[in-house]
């Protein structure tokens, strides 16, 4: 008690005790032992945001120049090449693959983790589904199973994994997929003081893409497979694109032929201002720049061919080196300050659904990963075979675009 007492001083969190005396010695218990595992250095990450906010200096300005990407035409002319070595790396397990599923289908109109979503029409198909038999594809091919990573949230695991279970995994052998909880980060108010969900426990969230591989590594069973295997790539992917092609034998031996520390899978824009970060080099290093701080000038900018110098989207699909995630990992990652609604209970202890933004959460992003790398090779993928979000219900990446997408590429729905 004493300890977590003077973590509260030190940070100016005394509150989250306010009900202590109303607690039976289970919920105390919770509640300190919350207390005491909650990273709390994220609050200094919200005092150096406010700062920043006050500062009068301007920042540096980051130099963004173009990166050279695989294009589809270079890919066909090595495609033999490329394919025999990642086969290789595939037969000899190397490569495991890592589904990023914390998320839930909320804008989908679900309260369940968005990997349930049912997006078949005359019958049932899962999103799960869908990205496992994509792998399982590869599987057949190679002739061994790839080990599969599950991260999941505190908010969906158990939900993740009954699902899975119950669906037998969708054919994929379980004593190859280990599942393991994202870390998660406190909540806070907009004056920096988390907020508590109950009076015993405080308001989480999870901590973003970008903290999955020590995630992965504070679980036992995971790290277990990882040095069982002695992993040498890893391919991460999200959980909403249904036609992502996973632990691609081609990418995989295009990244090691090339020998770059990271693999990313892209696609050319549709137009100039498409939402999506681009790949890019920053101060002389791999990176993605953000579709809101492109800007129009280099939006449109051209090299002597006519073709646009940032015109390669990320997908949420990378394969990074094993060896260089263990020398990366303990590099802090730039903390995001997210505006948000944040369930809580207020100083009556009644709970509160705010229809408003009425604090902030806080994310790391994978793509902020690949800066702390010393190369990164943009692999052009074909957007109608491999890219079909499922982020909204309807219009624009949408379960009906993407049903759209899976059909044409010959899938029965």
Partial sequence: MQEVIKKLKENNQEHLLKYKNELTQDELNSLLNQIKITDFSYLEDFKEFKRSQNCVYKKVKDEITPIEALT??????NKDKYKQIGLNALKNQEVGALLLAGGMGTRLGSSDPKGMYNIGKTKEIYIFQRLIENLLCVVKEVGEFVPLFIMTSEHND???RKFLKEKNYFGYDENYIRFFVQDMAPCIDFNGKILLESKCRLA???NGNGGWFNSLLNNEHAKEMLNKYNLKWLNIFAVDNVLQQIADPVFV????ANNVQIG??????????EKVGVMC??????SIVEYIDLGEEMALATDERGERLYNFGVILNYLFEVETLYRIKDQKLPVHIVTKKI????ENAQVVKPQEPNGH???MLCVDMIELADSCLPFEVEREKEFAPVKNKTGVDSVESAQALLEKNGYVL
Avoid: W
């Fill in 361 to 363: 959460k806080f994310e």
């Fill in 72 to 77: 589809l035409s270079e890919i066909e002319k």
């Fill in 253 to 256: 031996g295009a990244t090691i």
């Fill in 204 to 206: 989480t969230s999870p």
């Fill in 343 to 346: 369930e809580h209970i207020n």
């Fill in 158 to 160: 158990a939900s993740t």
């Fill in 264 to 273: 990313s899978k892209v696609i050319r824009k549709v137009d100039p201002y």
């Fill in 281 to 286: 080099k920053k101060n002389g290093a791999p």
